[in-house]
C-alpha cells in the first residue's frame, strides 16, 4: 500500500474555487466535452437547446458545472 | 468527503460558495476532467456533487451538508462512460429522479439500455468507490479504506433526510 507523497498530501486539501477559476473550470469542460466555450454552453443550454435530450453525460457533465456561472 | 475520496485518488476536491447563484454550489473532483484511478482496471473517475448547508436540529445540527444532486461516472481507458450515477432535481432535464445511465464503455447489446434511465434509490460516493475497488481493480491508496467508507457512509446515513 502506497504511503501519500507529501506534495500530494498538501496538494490533496479541498480548494475553494474563486469565480475565475470557476469559469475555467467551466470553460475547460464545455470545450472538452461539447467543443463549445463555458459562455456558449450557458447560453446554449439556458436557451433550451440541449433540452431534447439534456441527460446524455457529456451534456449533464458540463450542466453539473452550472453553479460556476454565477 | 476528501478523506473519502482519498481513498482512491490524491486530486483535489474543489468547491465553489457562490450563494447568489440560483444554482446550489457545486463540489467537483479535480478540474473536472475524469481522474484515472490507480490499478489494472484502467478506469476514470468524473464527480460532480451539488450541496447545500442547511440548518439541522438535534444530533445532526447546527448545521449540517444536504447533498442537491450529483453526477458519479466511471470511463474506460478509451474515455467511454461505463456508467453514470445522476441525480439532477434542478435544471432542465425532466428525469429529476437517481437513475443509473449504461454507456457506450459498458458493452451492453441492447439499445434501450444505452439510453435507459435505470432508477436506482439515492447512491452515495462511498459505494461507487467501494465499488471501484472491490469490482473494478481499482488500487486503494490507503490500507484503512473500508473503515474510512463504512465511517463517512453511516455519518451519511445517519444524517440523511
Keep these: ?70 | 468527503m476528501q478523506e473519502v475520496v482519498r481513498c482512491v485518488t490524491y486530486q483535489p476536491l474543489r468547491y465553489s460558495t457562490n450563494y447568489k447563484s440560483a444554482e446550489p454550489p457545486l463540489l467537483v473532483l479535480g478540474n473536472g476532467d475524469p481522474v484515472p484511478l490507480p490499478g489494472p482496471g484502467r478506469i476514470s473517475l468524473t464527480f460532480a456533487m451539488h450541496y447545500a448547508i442547511v440548518r439541522a436540529t438535534g444530533r445532526r445540527g447546527p448545521w449540517r451538508t444536504s447533498t442537491r444532486g450529483y453526477l458519479y461516472g466511471l470511463d474506460d481507458a478509451d474515455g467511454h462512460e461505463i456508467l453514470g450515477y445522476h441525480w439532477h432535481p434542478y435544471g432542465r432535464s425532466p428525469e429529476t429522479r437517481p437513475h443509473l445511465h449504461l454507456g457506450a464503455g459498458a458493452g451492453v447489446r441492447r439499445p434501450e439500455l444505452t439510453s435507459a434511465h435505470l432508477p436506482t434509490g439515492r447512491i452515495a460516493i462511498e459505494d461507487v468507490l467501494r465499488m471501484t475497488i472491490t469490482d473494478f481493480g481499482v488500487q486503494p491508496l490507503r490500507a484503512d479504506w473500508q473503515q474510512v467508507l463504512a465511517e463517512s457512509q453511516a455519518a451519511f446515513e445517519r444524517s440523511r433526510t
Design chain 1, 1 to 70: 500500500m502506497p504511503s501519500v507523497p507529501a506534495a500530494a498530501a498538501d496538494a490533496a486539501a479541498p480548494h475553494e474555487l474563486s469565480r475565475e477559476e470557476g469559469l475555467a473550470l467551466l470553460d475547460r469542460q464545455a470545450r472538452r466535452y461539447l467543443g463549445m466555450s463555458g459562455d456558449e454552453f450557458v447560453q446554449a443550454w439556458r436557451s433550451g437547446q440541449f433540452d431534447q435530450d439534456p441527460d446524455r453525460p457529456e451534456v449533464m457533465r458540463v450542466a453539473m458545472l452550472l453553479p460556476l456561472a454565477g
